[in-house]
């Protein structure tokens, strides 16, 4: 097994969908990361909260209207222009974190298996750094099982995991957002077929 770390040219700036694309010899998974229309709306809330709360602060501190739609002039800086302030502080922050993942699409690649030459390549995008390049390399003839975590409840997990010979168990699915269980176990099966080891969790 191998694991290395890098760096590379981002693409596929939108993704909205799961892509499963095979042949008799290759099965390569899409996996998407932070670029989900939910993600997208999360972060656009956030942004307008938080700048809409820092405005507020700011012209109840320089008693300049920065708000066409309100008078946040007439609020006494100390308290409320103050907690309005930490208040937008916070949102913004939040919502810079929030553009950040969603530009560099963190979570997101795929994942290839070839039983060419008898490769698998589970490949991830994170931040900027060392480890802004996540790819992990194995053979086929180290699997010993795919595994499937079907969990439900309020914080519910519908994910299918990689089990090695050794007992290491690599996540193939994406985080976040819980997969549909018909697509959970269609995945799990194709690629239990296609590496011919057992399915587990079913």
Do not use: H
């Amino acid at each position: 097994m191998q694991l290395a770390f890098g760096s590379k040219k981002i693409g596929n700036f939108f993704m909205t969908a799961q892509t499963v694309s095979t042949s008799d010899r290759l099965l390569r998974m899409e996996v998407i990361g932070s670029r989900r229309l939910s993600n997208y709306l999360f972060a656009t809330i956030v942004s307008i909260g938080g700048t809409g709360f820092l405005l507020a602060g700011l012209s109840s501190f320089f008693q300049v209207n920065l708000l066409p739609f309100a008078e946040p002039t007439q609020l006494y800086f100390i308290p409320q222009g103050l907690a309005m302030s930490f208040y937008g502080v916070c949102g913004t922050l939040l919502a810079i974190y929030l553009w950040m993942t969603v530009f560099y699409d963190v979570g997101g690649g795929y994942n290839e298996f070839n039983r060419e030459n008898g490769s698998i390549r589970l490949f991830r995008w994170g931040f900027p750094g060392k480890n802004r390049q996540v790819d992990i390399s194995c053979k086929t003839e180290d699997v010993q099982s795919v595994r499937i975590e079907i969990r439900d409840g309020l914080n519910p997990r519908r994910s299918i995991y990689l089990k090695l010979k050794d007992r290491r168990e690599y996540p193939l699915t994406r985080v976040g957002q819980p997969m549909a269980l018909s697509e959970v176990e269609n995945q799990g099966a194709q690629l239990a077929r296609f590496l011919g080891v057992p399915l587990e969790g079913l």
